[in-house]
């Protein structure tokens, strides 16, 4: 089982406080001699922050979800794959959603993107939808308030 903060606290007897300040590196008036102590204990647990939980604090999570139509297509693998290289080098993760050309999943992918909190859609919508499925797939990112950029397909 993960080791969380309040197992830290538990093993050297700090606050959950004063673990979550050294960890986050804001333990400005810590001794370095408690900073330590936390510090190998966060080791020797083999602690790893919680990304779900940072993320619900920060209200960013640090994905981008990438709607594609068919990704066995070598364009748009070879857009997803820039796409990923550019993103991890922003320190950004890619959800990766395939809709085999259908409209539908478009709708479906963004409805999720958006439920687990990813930070904004790069969408390039299916070849099966029409000017009005377009701008209601637009439109329903905009009432989620979900920052979003077509790609590659006009409306």
């Known amino acids: 089982m993960r080791a969380t903060i309040k197992d830290i606290a538990v093993a050297t007897g700090f606050s959950v ?18 900073k330590k102590r936390i510090l190998d204990a966060a080791e020797q647990m083999h602690y790893r ?3 779900l939980a940072v993320s619900l604090v920060k209200k960013r999570s640090k994905t981008i979800g990438l709607i594609v ?11 997803a794959r820039g796409i990923d290289e ?6 950004f993760t890619v959800i990766l959603c395939n809709t085999n050309e259908s409209h539908e999943r478009d709708v479906e992918y963004i409805n999720m993107l958006a439920d687990k909190g990813a930070d904004g859609i790069l969408y ?8 009005e499925m377009g701008l209601a797939a637009v439109e329903l ?10 790609l590659d397909r006009l409306m």
């Open 49 to 51: 922050p919680n990304q």
């Open 17 to 34: 406080t004063t673990i979550s300040l050294v960890l986050n590196g804001k333990a400005h008036k810590i001794s370095d001699k408690t």
């Open 86 to 91: 550019g993103c991890r080098e922003h320190g």
């Open 124 to 131: 390039i919508m299916a070849k099966d939808s029409t000017q």
């Open 69 to 79: 139509p068919d990704i066995a297509n070598v364009y748009f693998a070879n857009m």
């Open 141 to 150: 990112m905009e009432e989620l308030k979900m920052p979003y950029v077509i």
